[in-house]
């Protein structure tokens, strides 16, 4: 298996436990299954749409990696369609809104980046954020624990 096979393995785990905690909510979760790239789960009831973003680099690097393009188009952040991007750092789940995102974005200017991440054959260009910015412009950040234990929280 190959390192972007295994992320993808560890990406949809993530996403079940985030279905399965707003199920326990009361919440009407539907997986969006496939290449759709526009989210990766909707809530029926609330029709919302939430992005997962792996980034457990973020958990020793201290930064966020916000694609905006890959393949001289626009992705990532610039392309999304969800109403909600959830960032996994490994120990915590970041709850924030795309226009929130980029409101940071237009506010903070970080400089934009051009790599090639792990498994990708080409480059991308992305923002690193710092974490501690992304909380304090996010609705909510969970414990990693919490998400996977609790039912007890209200609507996010």
């Known amino acids: ?6 992320s993808l393995d560890i990406g949809k785990q993530r996403e079940d436990h985030l279905i399965a905690f707003f199920q326990s909510l009361g919440h009407k979760p539907i997986a969006i299954p496939g290449k759709f790239t526009g989210f990766d789960f ?3 009831n609330t029709k919302e749409g939430y992005e997962v973003k792996q980034d457990w680099k973020a958990h020793y690097s201290g930064n966020l990696v916000v694609e905006v393009e890959m393949y001289g188009k626009p992705s990532g952040l610039m392309g999304t369609t969800a109403d909600w991007w959830i960032f996994d750092t490994k120990t915590e789940f970041i709850f924030i809104t795309p226009r929130k995102l980029k409101d940071l974005i237009v506010s903070l200017n970080p400089p934009l980046r051009i790599f090639t ?9 992305a923002y690193l954020i710092p974490v501690e910015t992304i909380k304090k412009y996010s609705s909510r950040t969970l414990l990693r624990d919490q998400i996977l234990q609790t039912n007890t929280y209200k609507h996010i």
């Open 1 to 6: 298996m190959t390192d972007f096979d295994t």
């Open 42 to 44: 909707f809530l029926a």
């Open 117 to 125: 991440g792990k498994g990708d054959t080409q480059p991308k260009k």
